[in-house]
């Protein structure tokens, strides 16, 4: 069962994608992961990636994100965004957006410039470094912000990518979270 952990939605259900192509973050690495990354949020811009049932992004709510963009690009996790958002009220306001998209293309298109991006894919994935030099190129990371990537655990992901520096890996069971940020 996949729920809020905490903040304004703290205990809520959430729904989760019916398909063997997402994976949702468990309850412990979700807890980690808003441990390393900062309990709460004062208004920031978040990207959801890879979003599955959105519930990485709607806890970045319910712990004060500002405003989130969820992206996926399977039908089936689109629905199921809209109907966690929905349950939540939040699918009509300005707090979200939804986006059927590869995240590579809503990489290379997007207007809006973030401080946490968050991506989550599936472990097979290969382009996480693509993902990282479309960032760096289009300069969509505020300065301040972070780039959480969860990947496997046995992934090695480079140290640095043009003005993007790794800055922490926590790895907790199969799963590695790896942050970074702007350097110099």
């Given at each position: ?5 905490s ?27 808003f ?67 590869d ?12 401080d ?5 894919p ?27 990537l ?27 979270f ?7």
């Amino acid at each position: 069962m996949l729920r809020v952990i905490s903040g304004k939605f703290k205990s809520r259900k959430l729904k989760e994608v019916k398909t063997d192509s997402t994976r949702p973050t468990t309850d412990k690495n979700k807890e980690m992961l808003f441990n390393v990354i900062g309990q709460y949020f004062d208004g920031d811009f978040v990207v959801d990636l890879f979003s599955g049932s959105g519930a990485l992004g709607i806890e970045a709510l319910s712990r004060g994100a500002g405003y989130v963009e969820f992206v996926d690009n399977n039908f089936s996790a689109i629905k199921v965004i809209k109907e966690n958002l929905g349950s939540f009220n939040l699918l009509s306001k300005d707090e979200t957006k939804v986006y059927k998209s590869d995240v590579l293309s809503y990489l290379q298109n997007t207007a809006f410039h973030f401080d946490i991006i968050l991506a989550d894919p599936p472990y097979k994935y290969e382009f996480y470094e693509e993902i990282l030099n479309i960032i760096a190129s289009r300069q969509l990371l505020n300065d301040d912000g972070i780039i959480v990537l969860e990947s496997d655990k046995d992934r090695i992901l480079p140290e640095k990518i043009s003005n993007l520096v790794k800055k922490k890996e926590k790895v907790t069971g199969i799963t590695k979270f790896t942050i970074y940020e702007k350097g110099e």
